[in-house]
């Protein structure tokens, strides 16, 4: 479905409204008024563990063990799962981050390395060791790189380690352990507008580094790159194929025999894979592809064989070839681990499984990871949405049913990570990331969730969901991470037809958050790089796309979360700053800094006609007339990955997490005068 082209930019501020915008700026940081309730009833009820699953994000194949590591959960972890037994047979926890995304093996098999991601420094090492032949002891911190996230490792022939990775708001650099005398040493930034490192691979004389920006494009920020590291000299030459820097970034690199294998993650264009001649490697052959990602490389003899967000593939790179690889095995997801042995591929599906597919019959066998042993325990989690009967929580690749009448929990199967979602009339819908678009669910004998809807692929990160009940829409705020700027999709369950609406509020600005009232579709915009607009506010037409007014509101920071009450427009910054506009005069009329109970990102829902936020560590009310802010439950401390989500089910209770657990909220204030 092609987006609409993006919508016009009228400002239809009046000199009163910019006058009242002008008298309400100064005290966006200014003191909070509090104002406690006459009266509060609150009850809190525990529904249990949001999401529990064995959450995977890496897995490798050395010698017959697949070595998998975990996802959004504490403490961080690798397991050994053991391919003759189909058992999990050894497990090292490493304690530090929320993620292992990178493995390596030395070329004698002995040490299996492990790189960490985490949301801040925590001044512990993000590079572990774990000695195979002793798998009974614990996995030892050697290191850290100055790129707080390790993103993929890759050991040269001699045991040299490289690593690369990055961190929020700095070009990533190239990184190397050396075992010999224990020390991790910085080796250059190739490509100073790179925000992410995501592939290496390394030979006796070369590194190859592999960059872009999947996360924080736009802005300037560099395409797809390939580097070429001379060890002996430490300079760097940059090899990538033109064709590549189409791109946002290279995803992988593996070096097979003679040859080097590169691939992309795509975005207006599919994921790319080359193949180069190590002695020469303007010397290459591209092979183009029908997915959104290009990973897991491995080959063998003259196949080569990937993942794509499609499933597997394999490709012969001297007739050009890329066919799909059938086999008898249910849908793979979300595939983190891809190596061959002996006719078979061993996967490593983020669905919690291991996959042995034989390449010549086709067929597969799936070993579920938790019914091998692998540990089940609480995960961090994404979008919320209930109603009578079902509350849902979305995590990786998976989105949990809490049954509220039998507190049965299911775990139901869907790629990426439902960000936000909305229940209607019984049936569940989710903004799916990464490039997923809309799903929906229904319970009933009808099967898992389904993709209802399909949007462009650099409309990728859908970050909030509300119903229009005027016009009968679906509408989702969405960034895109490689493109900037962001999209409203609208979604008509009716007519089972879907819009994108390509940069409503600029092409700088990220659509962060979207409310409803009257027919009339309210964005929130954001800006998640360091230059550039922020805060803007835009009404919209959601049927037409057309845009009615905004208003530039002074914001360091941009929108994180919006609300209707009445005629009064709702939101919070993403470091507490509030403010209320009138969406009738167009004036902004309130604000506070409430930073002392919402120190980051934030989420609002209105309901028996109350608008209630909640952030990482509050959950709060606003006074419907003085909009003083008051505490619901304080130290709710929700265990987010993305930011923390509240809703409310038809009968108005709230929804959100308190630590690892889903909790109802039934809050019932009397309000003084």
């Keep these: 479905m092609p987006p609409t082209p993006s919508m016009d930019r009228r400002r239809l501020l009046s000199a009163g409204g910019a006058l009242g915008l002008a008298a309400a700026a100064a005290p966006l940081l200014g003191p909070t008024a509090h104002a406690a309730p006459a009266g509060p009833r609150t009850t809190v009820t525990d529904l249990g563990p949001a999401i529990e699953q064995f959450a995977l994000m890496s897995g490798l194949l050395v010698g017959d063990t697949v070595y998998i590591g975990s996802r959004n959960q504490q403490p961080t ?18 304690g530090s981050g929320h993620s292992v995304q990178a493995l390596a093996a030395d070329p004698t098999g002995r040490y299996l390395y492990a790189g960490i991601l985490t949301k801040a420094d925590e001044g512990k090492p993000n590079l572990f060791r774990w000695d195979l032949s002793t798998p009974g002891r614990p996995a030892a911190g050697i290191g850290r790189t100055g790129d707080r996230d390790i993103r993929e490792l890759a050991v040269a022939p001699d045991g040299t380690v490289y690593a690369v990775g990055g961190v929020p708001g700095d070009a990533p650099a190239l990184w190397m352990y050396d075992p010999g005398t224990g020390e991790v040493t910085g080796l250059g930034v190739p490509d100073p507008k790179a925000t992410l490192a995501r592939a290496v691979a390394a030979t006796d004389t070369t590194v190859y580094f592999g960059a872009g920006s999947v996360l924080a494009g736009g802005d300037g920020a560099s395409r797809a790159c390939l580097y070429a590291y001379d060890r002996a000299s430490g300079a760097f030459t940059d090899i990538t194929p033109k064709e590549l820097t189409r791109d946002p970034s290279l995803r992988e690199l593996a070096v097979h025999g003679d040859r080097l294998l590169a691939s992309t993650s795509g975005s207006t264009e599919h994921a790319k894979l080359a193949v180069l001649d190590l002695a020469d490697p ?4 591209l092979m183009p592809t029908e997915g959104g990602v290009v990973k897991n490389l491995t080959a063998a003899g003259d196949r080569i064989f990937f993942a794509t967000d499609a499933g597997l593939y394999s490709c012969t790179p001297a007739t050009r070839t890329v066919t799909p690889l059938a086999h008898d095995g249910p ?7 891809l190596d061959h042995a002996g006719g078979t591929l061993a996967v490593v599906s983020g669905y919690g499984f291991v996959g042995e597919v034989d390449i010549a019959a086709g067929t597969a066998v799936i070993t579920e990871l938790g019914s091998a042993g692998a540990p089940v325990t609480p995960q961090t989690t994404m979008g919320i949405a209930a109603d009578h009967r079902y509350a849902y929580v979305g995590g990786n690749n998976v989105i949990a049913r809490h049954d509220l009448r039998t507190g049965e929990v299911r775990n139901l199967r869907a790629p990426g990570e439902a960000k936000d979602a909305e229940v209607l009339n019984g049936v569940l819908y989710t903004g799916q990331y990464n490039s997923q678009g809309i799903w929906r669910y229904a319970p009933g004998p009808g099967g898992g969730p389904r993709r209802a809807a399909g949007f462009p692929g650099e409309q990728n990160r859908p970050l909030d969901i509300c119903w229009d009940d005027v016009n009968r829409l679906l509408l989702v705020a969405v960034q895109s991470d490689t493109e900037g700027g962001g999209a409203l999709w609208t979604y008509s369950p009716g007519k089972a037809e879907g819009t994108a609406y390509v940069n409503p509020v600029d092409a700088d600005q990220t659509v962060r958050a979207v409310a409803a009232r009257d027919g009339v579709a309210y ?9 550039g607009p922020r805060g803007t506010v835009v009404a919209v037409d959601p049927v037409g796309g057309r845009e009615r007014w905004r208003i530039d509101l002074p914001l360091a920071l941009g929108v994180a979360a919006l609300a209707v009450r009445g005629r009064h427009l709702y939101g919070l910054t993403r470091r507490g700053g509030f403010f209320v506009i009138d969406t009738r005069s167009r004036r902004l009329v309130h604000t506070a800094d409430h930073r002392a109970l919402c120190p980051g990102f934030a989420a609002m829902v209105t309901s ?38 509240v809703n409310a089910d038809r009968d108005g209770r709230l929804y959100t997490m308190r630590g690892h657990r889903l909790v109802r909220v039934d809050d019932r204030p009397v309000f003084g005068a």
């Design 331 to 337: 849908d793979l997801g979300e595939i983190w681990g």
């Design 77 to 94: 972890r690798v397991i050994g799962f053991h391919l003759p037994t189909r058992k999990v047979v050894s497990r090292t926890d490493l």
């Design 608 to 645: 028996r006609n109350v608008v209630y936020g909640v952030s990482d560590t509050t959950l709060f009310r606003f006074h419907p007339e003085t909009f003083a802010v008051s505490t619901v439950v304080a130290a709710i401390d929700g265990a987010w990955y993305s930011g923390p989500h």
């Design 282 to 285: 303007s010397a290459y052959t």
């Design 523 to 531: 964005l929130g915009g954001d800006n998640p790089s360091a230059r």
